[in-house]
Every structure is written in C-alpha cells, then in structure tokens.
C-alpha cells in the first residue's frame, strides 16, 4: 500500500512554498550557468592582461589565451563536476538531502570568492590558482545537481512536478544573463572611470575588474543559504529510507497546506530488500540507469560543443568590432553584450517552453523532439559549412545557433536533468541522478574540450589541425540522431505518476523496469508487501 503522506503530497495544490523551493534550489544552477558564461569574456581580460605580448603574433592570435591553458581551464571545472556529482549524490541517500545541501552550496560560494581572490599578478601562478578554485567550484555545483533534483521532485505533486523541475533548471537562464549583465556594468565602469582611450588596450585596472565579475556570482548562492539550511527533510526520505512516518508529517506540515489525517496509524515501510547495483537493482532499474545516463552523456556532447559556434560567432568583424580597434573593457563588453542577446532570444526561451509544456506533452515526447531539431540544425551548418559559412558567419548562421541552442534547452537538456529524479526508489534516487549526471559531464568535457580541437581545419593559434568543423557537426547531427535513438527506446514516460509508481514495475506487462523480453520481474516478488518503497 502507498504512505498516506506521500498520497496526500502527490495531491497537494500549488502552495507558495512550491516557488520559495524553486528559488532556494535554482541558486545551485543559476550558479553554474553564470560561472559557465562569465568565463568567455573573463578570458578574454586574462588574454589582455597576460599574453599582452602576443601583439608579436599575426591576425587572430592577438591577446589570445593559449589553446592548452583555455581546454585546461574548461576542462578542470568540469570534472569537478562528475566528482561533485557523484560524491554528493552518494551522500544525499546515504545521510539526507537537507545535511548535505547546505554544504554544497557553501563550497561554491567559497569557491567563487576564491576565484576572484587568486593570488599574484604572476600569469602562471594566477591561472593554476584560478584552475584550482575552478576545480573546486565544479565539485560544488555538481554537489548541487542531484540534490535540487531530487529535492524538488519529492516536493511537488504528480501534476505540476515536471514544471517544477524544469523551473529549477531554467534558472540556469537567469544566471547567463545576469553574468553578461554583470560583466557588462562591471566593464562600463571600470572603462570610463579609467578614462582609457581605445588605443591603450589594457588599463591596469583590468586586472581588478575580472576578479570582481567572478565573486559577484558568489552574493546571490550566498543569500539563500539560511533558507537551504531551514528546508526540512523530504517527506519521502524520511518516510521511506529513514522509516520515521510520523516525523515525515511533521515535516510537511511545517511547511505545506496539506490535509494529513490518521498517519500515525500507519504501519512503517520494512526495509529494503536490495541494495545499489545488486543484480536485483540492474534486474529492475538497469534499463532506466542507462537511459538517463546515456541521454545525457550525448547532450552534454553536443550542447558543450557550442563553443565551436561562439568562436566563429565571436571573432567575426560582423558580429564584434576587432581586438585591435578597443581596449579591454571594451572587448568584454561586446562579447557579453552578444552573450545576453542570444540568452534572451533563444536560451530562457527554451527553458519555459519545457516549463510549460513538459507535463502536458510528456518528458519523452519532449526529449525526442530537442534531439531532432539539434540535429537539423548541425547539419544544416555542418554539410554547406565550407563553402557557405566558413568564410561568412552571417545572419542564418546565427539563427541557426540559436535554434539548436533552443531546442536544447526545449528538449534534452532540460529533460535529462528531470527523468532522473523521477525514476529511481527514494533510498537510490540522488545517487542515480549523480550518476547520470557525471555520465553527462563526462560527455561536456568531450564535447568542449575534444570536438574544440577536433574541429579545426588548421593549425592555428595553438591549436593542432583537426578533422575539420564540417565533420564535426556532422558527427554531433549524428550523435542527435543516437539520442533520438536511446530516448524512443529506453527511456520511460513518467508524466502524471507518482514517484513511487514510476519506480515500480511497468503495470501493463509486469515485467521488469529492465524489459527483458524472457525475464519477468522477480525483484518486486519478495517485496510486494513493502510500503511505498522498493
């Protein structure tokens, strides 16, 4: 039989506590995305600022950071990342969401203010101390990510939980554009209190302005700490995994309207009958593990790649004016400026696309759809790229960026963040959100890092001669298509039931989550007598 309290959450209106929950868990995304976006023109002041040398080289290598300390600086983050992702995801069904949220959220603050605090003026020893608070930056956001995932999910109703998600999510589009803000207000002042004509490309003060821009992206995390710190447990994880059904009602009704009549009589769940990848778990939740981890492995290839896109976009006289026509302030400005734009009319977009639609039209429907317009929009760039956009980056290359870039966010991107925070028991839930998260993180190093040198026709500015851009979109179109693939066949629908349906056997067949075709499920045998739970 179903917890009382989870059917009477699974029921519950929306209350304003919903939305206090949205903005208390989005800090953690909101936080990444600014970090994410506030790099590119940061980079661009660390290239003013230390390889000022480089005016001794020709055309595009001028203030340009070196190509292995830019993949580095990427890459280092990331993997932070995958190891936050999994070690917090470990910790949130090993000891609590709420013990362990806190701290996540504290170590990217601390993280952010150490960025900006990188000591010396030394080129070498501020980037390695840079690339260390990356690091460690990247262990907290991917800390963040399971936790707000699962959190969110076992505090909706089943109606309204993917919207819910899905806003969580979407706040990663407020924190691009509010680090392109911030970038830009940051530049205007420092330009025109330095009184710097464009001829003098690097006021000292530059070295002062980057730091800025990186800790002010700590303020907003750093506010909502005391509201992480008053959210109580889950109702789900204390209900289910601690096995305390009465302090779970007390819980909820701190903070939620909900009718909880005659709980305490409620027999308590027993405990579970497996553990994480048992053969009873891959038997029963296999098939869904690798679902969402190899969905968001491939989008996080392709979605990480768009720097493939920026470079082209962004060294293009069309777009931005030359490096050796502005100072450093200057430069900043106009690559945040193009950044902000293209957040507005494309990105935020496609986050409330899914907001709205994902509990009308479904997660998978959703997912199929994102994957196959981001592969029309690779190939429509990719096949004619030699000829028609290499040398001419106009408006319909922009266009079709921003399209592929919005039916990322309208699709994968945004779905592979909420599947799996629906699937999995309760008592395996944040681990298995980690899990295929880190699996997507390892797909964005791939997609930032690798495809980054992969694509270049040339060796140029420290990079080596790669395949070429042309088959490297091709080749992302086609990692689309596989997406499309793994989504039609592996991944389940699970809008419009409760989380503890969706981890139950598929009642239409009684086999196994895994659906193997010979063998049924014998992993729900022993527990059918189990309450809520797995």
Not at 39 to 47: D, F, K, V
Not at 124 to 136: D, G, N, Q
Not at 473 to 483: A, E, R
């Amino acid at each position: 039989m179903a917890l009382k309290v989870l059917s009477d959450l699974d029921s519950a209106r929306t209350q304003y506590y919903h939305f206090k929950a949205i903005i208390v868990a989005g800090m953690g995304l909101f936080t990444d995305a600014y970090d994410l976006f506030c790099i590119p023109p940061i980079m661009r002041l660390l290239g003013r600022i230390y390889y000022g040398d480089s005016n001794k080289y020709e055309g595009d290598q001028l203030y340009e950071v070196s190509a292995v300390v830019t993949s580095v600086m990427v890459g280092t983050a990331l993997l932070g990342t995958v190891i936050g992702q999994l070690v917090f995801g470990y910790l949130g069904d090993r000891i609590g969401r709420r013990r362990v949220y806190g701290l996540a959220l504290m170590l990217m603050v601390l993280s952010s203010i150490g960025c900006g605090l990188s000591l010396s003026t030394s080129r070498t020893f501020v980037l390695l101390s840079l690339m260390f608070f990356r690091f460690a930056l990247g262990v907290g956001i991917g800390g963040d990510y399971p936790l707000s995932a699962t959190i969110m999910s076992e505090f909706s109703n089943r109606k309204t939980r993917g919207a819910f998600i899905a806003a969580v999510f979407s706040m990663q589009g407020f924190g691009i554009l509010v680090s392109s803000t911030v970038t830009m207000i940051v530049c205007a002042i420092f330009n025109r209190a330095s009184n710097y004509p464009a001829t003098d490309h690097t006021p000292e003060s530059a070295d002062l302005a980057w730091r800025l821009i990186l800790m002010i992206g700590a303020v907003p995390a750093g506010l909502t700490y005391y509201w992480r710190m008053m959210m109580p447990e889950t109702a789900r994880y204390t209900a289910l995994v601690e096995r305390n059904v009465i302090q779970a009602v007390k819980d909820m009704q701190k903070v939620l309207d909900v009718s909880l009549s005659q709980i305490a009589e409620e027999s308590q769940p027993n405990p579970p009958s497996y553990s994480l990848f048992s053969k009873e778990f891959l038997r029963c939740h296999g098939r869904d593990l690798f679902a969402c981890a190899a969905n968001w492995f491939l989008v996080d290839v392709v979605f990480y790649s768009s720097n493939l896109f920026q470079s082209k976009i962004y060294d293009s006289d069309r777009y931005l004016r030359s490096k050796r026509d502005v100072n450093a302030f200057e430069d900043a400005f106009q690559y945040a400026k193009l950044q902000a734009i293209i957040a507005i009319c494309s990105t935020i977009p496609g986050y409330y696309a899914t907001v709205y639609f994902i509990d009308r039209v479904g997660r998978v429907k959703i997912q199929i759809m994102g994957f196959f317009f981001m592969a029309i929009g690779m190939f429509a760039i990719g096949i004619p790229y030699d000829i028609y956009w290499d040398k001419d980056p106009n408006i319909g290359f922009l266009f079709l960026y921003g399209l592929t870039f919005f039916f990322s966010n309208f699709g994968p991107n945004t779905t592979t963040f909420i599947v799996p925070a629906e699937l999995f028991p309760a008592r395996f839930r944040s681990t298995c959100h980690g899990i295929s998260g880190a699996a997507g993180k390892i797909g964005a190093i791939i997609g930032s890092v690798g495809f980054l040198w992969a694509s270049q026709n040339k060796a140029k500015n420290g990079y080596t001669k790669g395949i070429g851009m042309t088959a490297s979109l091709v080749i992302l179109g086609g990692i689309c298509i596989l997406g499309m693939i793994v989504t039609y066949f592996f991944t389940r629908e699970t809008k419009g039931r409760s989380l503890e349906e969706n981890e139950n056997e598929d009642e239409t067949t009684g086999t196994c989550i895994l659906r193997s075709f010979t063998n049924p499920c014998i992993c729900r045998q022993a527990s059918n007598n189990q309450v809520g739970d797995a």
